[in-house]
Each structure stands twice: as structure tokens, then as C-alpha cells.
């Protein structure tokens, strides 16, 4: 109901404005917020500085909302600033998730082989299959950054039939064999590179110029693929794949 909606938008607004602020009321008007409210950017200034009024024995309470708020702004350095020492207590392997989702988007290689290894004890122990499929993609994108495509591809497989996140592992798994695809045409051009650089015109096994003409010939229609593939999988994609 649109009026029930603007309604508790409204209370949400209303707390984060008090000048006296709780954790509670801090958690719950942010809950309203990221439930309900489908532009988030528009409330960042108020959030913020209600998050910044609590009393700081306070804040680690309202920790994992304002983590969430800001992992959906996609704010990777804001989300690392509120990186505990310990991930503990109900949200704990929420809070890993986000945190090592925003170590991934900063690329600090460190810290996100650091966070990798408690991955495996935190999917065991998840107790929600959303919280588990989130902890599963941070795998598969570990994985797949180290070069272990096969193990990513086996890992975002498991995501698939999770509705919320299907969608993030099935690009996953064609962005790795779309990189795939861009390496063996690297292969490809770097094989013609090396026939062009020994080509010797005597020792032609077909027609004079032939053999030189299939080779310029594959490099053309490896550059071609290369050009559609690479729209597929961004500059910035392939080179966190390892492959630019």
C-alpha cells in the first residue's frame, strides 16, 4: 500500500532527525529505509549524520545497517571503514560479505586473500540461503580472480537457482568463459605473431604466399572476435581476470 509506504518513510525521516539518537532507533528507521525506499542516494546526507550522532558505544550496534546502506551505495571505502577486528554475532557473516565485497571493488589484493580464508568456515555457517549465496559469489569471485576459473565457474553454478543473486552468477560464469575465449584468441594472434617473424618464403608447404595469407587471414577473424568479446567483458573486467 503507497500510503502505508510513505507513511513509514516519513517515521524513518522523522527518527533520523531526532537529536537524541539510539542504535534502535538508528536500525530501525534504516531497516524502513532499505526495505521500502527504492532511491537510496537521496537519504546518504541524513543517514550519515544520524549515524555520526550516536554515541560511539552506540555505533557498533548499528554497524551492520549503516555497512548495508552503504554497500548498496556501492561506498567500498565507507563500508571498509566500519571493518571489525572480529566478525562476530548474527550478522557476522553478513558483515564479511560486505566487507570482502568492497575489498574486491578496491582491488586490496591483501586483504581480500586475508578475508578469503574465513570464507569456507563462514558459507558452513550461515543460516540463511541468501546470506550463504552472497558468501558463495565472494568465493567465486576470489576464485576466479586467483585464475581458478573451473573452481569459480563449480561455485557460481551453485548460486544459480538462488532468485535474488541468479543473475550475478550467471555473468559471472560467462564473463570467466568470455576470458576464456579472449585467451586462447591471445594464443591465437601470439602463434601468427611468431609465424610472421620466421617466415621463410622457401620452405612454403603450399602455393608461394599461401601459408602467409591463412595466417593473416586467422589474424583477421581472431581480431574480429576479439572486438565483439571485449564488449562483453569491459577493460577493467578483464584485467581483474587476468587477462589484460
Known amino acids: 500500500d503507497l500510503g502505508m509506504k510513505r507513511e513509514a518513510l516519513l517515521l524513518a525521516r522523522h527518527r533520523l532527525k531526532s537529536s537524541v539518537m539510539t542504535a534502535r532507533t538508528f536500525n530501525d528507521a534504516l531497516n524502513a529505509i532499505l526495505t521500502l525506499e527504492d532511491k537510496l542516494k537521496p537519504w546518504t546526507q541524513l543517514i550519515e549524520s544520524a549515524y555520526e550522532r550516536l554515541p560511539k558505544r552506540e555505533q557498533p550496534l548499528a554497524r551492520f545497517f549503516i555497512m548495508s546502506f552503504r554497500a548498496n551505495q556501492d561506498d567500498h571505502e565507507g563500508v571498509l571503514r566500519l571493518m ?19 575489498a574486491l571493488a578496491l582491488d586490496k589484493e591483501d586483504l581480500v586473500r586475508k ?27 576470489y576464485k576466479a580472480r586467483e585464475g581458478k576459473w573451473d573452481e569459480a565457474i563449480g561455485i557460481a553454478e551453485l548460486v544459480q537457482p538462488c532468485e535474488t543473486l541468479s543473475r550475478n552468477a550467471v555473468v ?53 572476435l576479439q572486438r565483439i568479446l571485449e564488449k562483453v567483458v569491459p577493460e577493467k573486467r578483464r584485467k581483474e581476470l587476468g587477462i589484460d
Open 84 to 102: 571489525p577486528q572480529r566478525f562476530t554475532g548474527k550478522s557476522g557473516s553478513l558483515e564479511l560479505g560486505f566487507v570482502l565485497g568492497a
Open 172 to 224: 559471472s560464469i560467462v564473463e570467466i568463459h568470455v576470458a576464456r575465449a579472449l585467451r586462447t584468441l591471445q594464443s591465437g594472434l601470439q602463434f601468427v605473431q611468431r609465424f610472421n617473424r620466421n617466415f621463410d618464403p622457401e620452405a612454403e608447404t603450399t602455393l608461394p604466399g599461401n601459408d602467409k595469407l591463412v595466417q593473416e587471414q586467422a589474424a583477421k577473424e581472431y581480431r574480429r
Open 115 to 141: 578475508l578469503a580464508k574465513r570464507l569456507p568456515r563462514a558459507i558452513q555457517d550461515a543460516d540463511h540461503p541468501l546470506t550463504q549465496a552472497h558468501l558463495l559469489l565472494c568465493l567465486s569471485e
